[in-house]
C-alpha cells in the first residue's frame, strides 16, 4: 500500500535540482582563456576558504601558469613529483608551437598522471577541487587540466564491531566507498558485478553505489531500487541509514525491512542470492534488498561450519529469540494469573521468593526491563575507561542488591537475565530492538489477561510480520507462503549440496547454484587414499621411527 | 487515506480503553492462599452453631443439606518454605503450613466459610489431595463431587482418598521425608503408583468410573500407622456414590492384576507342592482379559490373566530350580492360590453390588443387545452383577530367578 | 475488485482446516455424546460427510465460476432479487456465526481461565482482533492462516497424543452407541460446527489454479473432519461417554486431564487454552473476512475496508444477546441447523439451477481480456 503511495508521489514531482548557491549564478559558465579571469572567479568562489591554494609558476618555463588545489584534500607528493616537477623542469621549444599543440604535448607527453582530464564548464572545476583534484590551467588556454590528486586519510580495514564472527573473514567495510566496492570486487572477480553509482544528498553529495550481479539479480528488481533512490530528496546523507528509511515499505513497522552489514563476505553472498546491495559513501554499512525476516538470524558463520553444528547454534538462536520476546511476559502471566500451571513446590517457592516484594509482578518486570535498557543504552555509549565501573554498578544494584532490598523477586532477575541475554544472541542488531521494543506491550498485555493477552499479543505481532513485504518479498517468506527449497536454510542450515537453488521469493533469472556433477561426486563412496591396508601392501621401506 | 488513518487510529484507541479499566483477573501468586490439601470429616448437626451465616441464613438451609461437614485445609505459607535447597536448619522449627478447620454444610458453603477467615483469596489449583473420611464417602459422594467438578481451578489429577477414621488427622501429619505434608501425602501415592502398589486412580478417573453405567468407582484406602506414617490399607470400593467397602493391600495387586495394569508391584508367597520350602514370587508385568459371554440371558464372565514375575526368595528349601519341573510346579500352584484370590475379591465386591473392574462395561460394549434389552440402567446393572457368575483364570510364567544359580 | 490470482491449493485446504477448526472443538464431544452415546464417532463422521456434500457443492460451483464468488455468480444463476436476498441471508447468517463464535469463547475463557475478567472485553478484544487483521487483502488473509495452522494443529495432537494412557477401548463401544437419542439432529449440529467451510467460495476466485480446488476441499475436510473425529474419539475414550455428558466443556478437560512429562507443565488447559486463541482468531478471522467480503461485493464497492469497522456494532450486540452459557448453547444448535440450509441446501440449489440452466462462468483464460 504504501508502495503504491509513493509511486504516485514520484510521478508528480519530476526532478528538481538541488538548489546551491555557486550553481544558481553560474549555471553552464566556461573559463574562457585568460589566465586572470579564471583566477579571480575562482577566487570570488572559493577564496573564503583558507585551505584553496593557488600556486603560480611556468610550464616549460615559458607559459605562465597556475595550480589550485585544496591542501586538505590532496596529496602533497603527487603534486610536487607527477605535476610541478614535469611542467616545470621539461624545457619544450618546437617550431610548430601553437596553443592546440601545447595541450597535446602535456596530456600525452608530459603529465604522468593517470587521472588526468580536460575541463573547461567552471561548476565542474570547483566541483573537482572540492573533491581533491588538482586545477592547472595555462595562460591562453579554454581548458583546465584535471589531475586526481585526491588523498583523504581513511580507518584500516578491521574487524567488523557489530557482527563478530569466530570462523570466517575478518574484513569490514570502512568509510570510503572506493575501498568498500574493492572488498566486494576482489571477491567477485567477474564481469556480471554491476556497480552503479548516483548522487544523493543536496548538501552532501554523497556517492551511492548500487551493486548487483547481472544475470542473476532479478532486473525489475534493479530498477525498482534505483527508482527508490533516484526519488530521495534530502540534504544530508550521512550515513546508508538515511537512504533505508526512505526506501522502505512500511515505515510505521518496528521490524527492520532492510538489512545493513558492515561485512563484505556477507554482502556477496546475498549478492549472489539474488539481491541488491546498496553502498554509501561515508558509511561502513551496506543495505541489502529485499530482506525477509529469517536473515535476521542468521551469520554468515552459519555456512562457514559444518551443518549440523550450525544448525544446532541457529536453533539456539531462534529460541533466544523467541525468549527475548516472551520469557518476561510468560512469567508475568503464569505469576499472576495461572500458577497452577507450574509445578506446585515451585509454585509455593516461587510465593516464598516474592512474598516480601510490595509490586505487583507486571510493575516489577517492567521496571526491571526498563532498567536494563538504560543499561544496555549506557553501555554502548560510555567511554571505554568507565565501562568496568559501569558494569560493577549494574551487577551489583540490578542483581544482588535490588533483591536484598526486596525490591524485586530473585526469580525475575534470572527471567530477566534470560530476555536481555536472550536479545543479544540476536545478530542483527536493528531486529533485535525490535524484538526488545515489542515485549513491551506484550508484559502490559500479560498483565491485563495474562496466557491469553501474551497470546493476543503475538498474533497482533504476526499478523503484522505477515502483512508486511519488503520489495514485494513477503516478509516471512519462504515459511509463508510455503517453498520447500526455502526451508532448508530456515531452522536448520540444511549442507550446503542441498541449497541447489537461489531463493525462489526474489525472482532471480538463474536459480542453479550447484552443478550436478558435484552432487554425483559426493553420492560415491570415499577413495580410501591412505586406507593402511591399501598402502601397508606396497612393502616400501619404512621410515625411521615408522613402526608398520 | 486520512479517512483511513483516522479509523485506525480510533481503532487502536477502542483496542487500548478495555486494557486501561483494570487487571481484573491479575493475583499476584503471594496473594493466594494456596491450598495443597483438604480433608473432609463429617461432624453432628449441632456444630452447625459454629457456623456464621456466610452462605446462606442460618434458618434456610435446605432439608436435604442438613448434614453438617467439617473441611480441614493446608495452606501454604509462603515465606517458610525456601526456595532452592534448604540451607542448614533456620526455618525447620516454623512449619511451612496453616492448617484451618472450618465447617459448613457443604463443600463449597465451607469453602466460603473458611474463606470469611483467610485474608488472601482461596486458591485452589494447587490443591493436589483430598481425603474424605470413611463415614462421609460411606453416606455419598455426589454433593462434593458436583462442587469439585463445576470449580475450573481443581484438577483432574488430583488425588482423593478415603480415610479409616478422622481424615483431618491425616492432614494434620507431620511427616520426616517432605517439609510439606500435602506434599508427602502426594509422594506416598504418587509412589505407590509408580512402585505398582496402586492402579493410578486420580479423581478423573474417579469419576469417570462414577459416571460409568457398568462400572463402579473406586479409591484409595489410607489409615494412619502410630501417629507417624501413612499406609496404603487398600481400595475402597463404591457401589454409585456410596462406599460400600474395602479391600486388603494384596487384594490391591488382585485388582490390579486382572485389570492389566502395569507394573505389578505386589509379591505372593507360596509353597511348592510336595517340597518343605516356600518362594517369594514377584509379579512384574501382567496382561488381562476379561470375556464375557451371554449363557441364558445371565452373562457369564471369566478373567483371564497372565502374570510374568520372578522369584525372590526361596526359604528352607532343599530343591532344586533348575529342574524345569519344578519352575512348572511352582508357576501352577501359584497360578491356582492367585485364581482363587481373584474370584474371592470379585465375590466380596459381588455381595454389594460394586462392579470395580468393569464387566459391566464389557457388556455395553461387546454385548450391546443384551445390555439394551436387560440392563440399560446402571441399578440394573449394579442387581445383575451380584448374580453373575464370574470364573478368574491365571497363568504364571517365571522368568528371572535372580543372581542365584540355583 | 479484481483479486491478485496468489493462493496455492496447499494454502487453500490450510485456510479450510483453520477455519473450520475453532471454538467448535472444545464442545464438540458433548454435543455428539449427547445425541450418540457412544456412537459420537459415528455421528461425528457423518456430519463430516453432511458438511463434506456442502463443500462439495460449494467446490464445484466455484469451479464452473472460477473468476466470482458466490454473491456473483448467484446473481447469474438465479436473477439479480433472489439471489441478492440470499445473499443478505448469508451476510446476516455469518454475522450471527462470527458473534456467536466470539461470544462462546468468550465464555470459555471467562469461566475457565479469568474468572473475573467482563465478558464484553474478552468478547471484544477478540473480535477487534479479527477486525484489524480484515483490513488486509486476501494473499494476506492466506499468509496469516498458513502460519497459524500447525499452531493450532499441534496442541490438539498433542494433547490426544498424552491423553491416551488413561484411554480405555471399551468406552468406546458399541460403534452405534447403547441408546442413540436424536441422532439426526445431532449429525446436523456436528455438520453445523464445519460451516467455516463456505469460506472457499471466496478463496476460489483468487486461486492460481481455480481448476484444482477439489484437491484442496478433499484435503481440507479430510484433515479438519479427521482431527474433530480423533478428538471425540479420545475424550470418549478417555472419560466415558456419561461423563462427557457431565462435562461443559470436554476437550478443555482433556487438557487438564494431562501434563506434559518431566513436570514441565503441570496442567495443560491454561496453556491449551492460550493456545487455542490462534484457533478461534482464525475461525473468527475468516468468518468475518466472508462477511464483509461478501457485502462489499453486494455493493459493489471497491473497498473492503470501509466495513471492517461498520460491522463489528452490530456482531458484538449480537453476540451479548444470550443471557447465558446454557442459552448460548441452545442459540448455536437453532442457528447452526439452520445454517445448514444457508451452506448446504443453497449450494446445492444454485448448482443444480445453474446445471438446468446451463449457466456457466468465463473461463480461466478469457478473464484476462474482461
Known sequence: MFFWRRKNKRENTGNIDVPQQFLEKHKNEKINKNLEDTLVILQQLLGANDDIVVRRFRVFKEFSAAMVYCSSLVDHTQINMDVLKPLMSTSYRDETWNSNRLQEIILEETLYHSDLRLESDLSKIVRSILSGGTLVFIDGMNDGFVVGTRKVDKRAINQPGTEQVIRGPREGFIEQLGTNISLLRYRLPTADLRVKTMEVGRVTKSKVAICYLEGIASPDLVEEVKDRISAIDIDVVLDVGYLEQFIEDNHMSPFPQIQNTERPDKTVAQLAEGRVAILSDGSPFALIVPTVFHQFYQTPEDYAQRFLMASAIRLIRLVSLFFSLIASSLYVAIISFNPELIPTQFAVAVAGGRAGVPFPAVVEVFVMEVSMEILREATVRLPQQVGGALSIVGVLVIGQAAVSAGFVSPITVVVIALTTIGSFATPAYNAAMALRLLRFPIIFLAGVFGLYGVMVGIILIINHMLSLRSFGVPYMSPVVPGNYQGMKDIVMRAPLWWMKKRPASLHTANRERIGDAVIEKLKQPPSNTLNPINVGNRKEDPPDGDTT | MQLGRIVKVLSWVFLVIPFLTGCWDRLEIEERAVVLAIAIDEVKPEAAKEERDVSHLSGEVPQSQKRMLRLTVQIAVPGRIPLGPAQGGGASGEKPVWILDVVGHTVEDAIYNLQQEVADRLFLGHLRVIVVNEKVARKGLQNMNDAFRRNPEIRRAAWMVISKGEAADIIKLNPELERVPALYLLTVLDGAVKQGKMPNAFLGVFWSALTSKGQEAYLPYVEIQEQKSILLAGLAYFRGDKMVGTTTPLEIGHFMAMKGINPGGYSALSDVPGESGAVLFISSDRTAKIEVEIKNGLPHAKVKVHIEGDLAEKSNAQFNLKDPKTIAKIEKRIGTKAGKAFEELIHKTQKQGSDILGIGEIVRGKHSAYWNQSIKTMDKWQETYKEIPVRAEVTISIRRVGMKAE | ?370
Open chain 3, 1 to 370: 475488485m479484481e483479486t491478485p490470482r496468489e493462493i496455492t491449493v496447499l494454502q487453500a485446504a490450510i485456510i479450510l482446516i483453520s477455519t473450520i477448526i475453532g471454538v467448535g472443538v472444545l464442545a464438540l464431544p458433548r454435543i455428539a455424546v449427547l445425541a450418540g452415546d457412544t456412537g459420537a464417532p459415528l455421528i461425528t463422521l457423518l456430519g463430516i460427510l453432511l458438511a463434506f456434500f456442502g463443500l462439495v457443492m460449494i467446490t464445484l460451483l466455484g469451479m464452473r465460476f472460477p473468476s466470482q464468488s458466490l454473491i456473483r455468480y448467484s446473481e447469474v444463476i438465479l436473477g439479480k432479487p433472489i439471489a441478492r436476498f440470499g445473499s443478505i441471508v448469508i451476510i446476516v447468517f455469518f454475522a450471527v456465526l462470527t458473534a456467536l463464535t466470539s461470544r462462546e469463547f468468550g465464555e470459555v475463557v471467562i469461566t475457565s481461565v479469568l474468572r473475573r475478567t467482563p465478558l464484553e472485553v474478552t468478547v471484544i478484544v477478540m473480535l477487534l482482533l479479527a477486525v484489524i487483521t480484515t483490513r488486509n487483502d486476501i494473499t494476506t488473509f492466506a499468509y496469516i492462516h498458513h502460519f497459524y495452522s500447525p499452531l493450532i494443529l499441534t496442541p490438539v495432537i498433542l494433547i490426544v497424543i498424552l491423553s491416551l494412557k488413561n484411554a480405555e477401548v471399551v468406552r468406546l463401544l458399541p460403534i452405534w452407541g447403547n441408546e442413540p437419542n436424536g441422532m439426526f439432529l445431532g449429525v446436523l449440529t456436528v455438520a453445523a460446527l464445519f460451516q467455516g467451510f463456505f469460506i472457499l467460495t471466496m478463496i476460489i476466485p483468487a486461486m492460481r489454479r481455480p481448476d484444482r480446488a477439489m484437491t484442496a476441499s478433499i484435503w481440507g475436510m479430510a484433515i479438519a473432519g479427521g482431527l474433530y473425529l480423533i478428538i471425540v474419539i479420545a475424550t470418549l475414550a478417555v472419560f466415558g461417554a456419561e461423563e462427557v455428558k457431565l462435562l461443559l466443556w470436554p476437550t478443555l478437560e482433556l487438557a487438564k486431564t494431562t501434563s506434559l512429562p518431566a513436570n514441565i507443565l503441570e496442567r495443560l488447559d491454561a496453556a491449551f487454552l492460550a493456545v487455542w486463541v490462534t484457533a478461534v482468531f482464525t475461525t473468527l478471522f475468516s468468518s468475518y473476512f466472508l462477511m464483509i467480503h461478501a457485502a462489499t461485493e453486494l455493493f459493489q464497492l471497491r473497498n473492503h475496508r470501509m466495513f471492517s469497522l461498520f460491522f463489528l456494532p452490530f456482531v458484538f450486540i449480537i453476540a451479548m444477546l444470550p443471557d447465558n452459557v446454557l442459552e448460548m448453547y441452545k442459540l448455536i444448535e437453532i442457528v447452526g441447523r439452520f445454517g445448514l440450509l444457508i451452506t448446504v441446501v443453497y449450494p446445492t440449489i444454485l448448482w443444480m439451477v445453474a446445471l438446468i440452466r446451463k449457466k456457466r462462468g468465463k473461463s480461466h483464460a478469457a478473464r484476462k481480456n474482461r
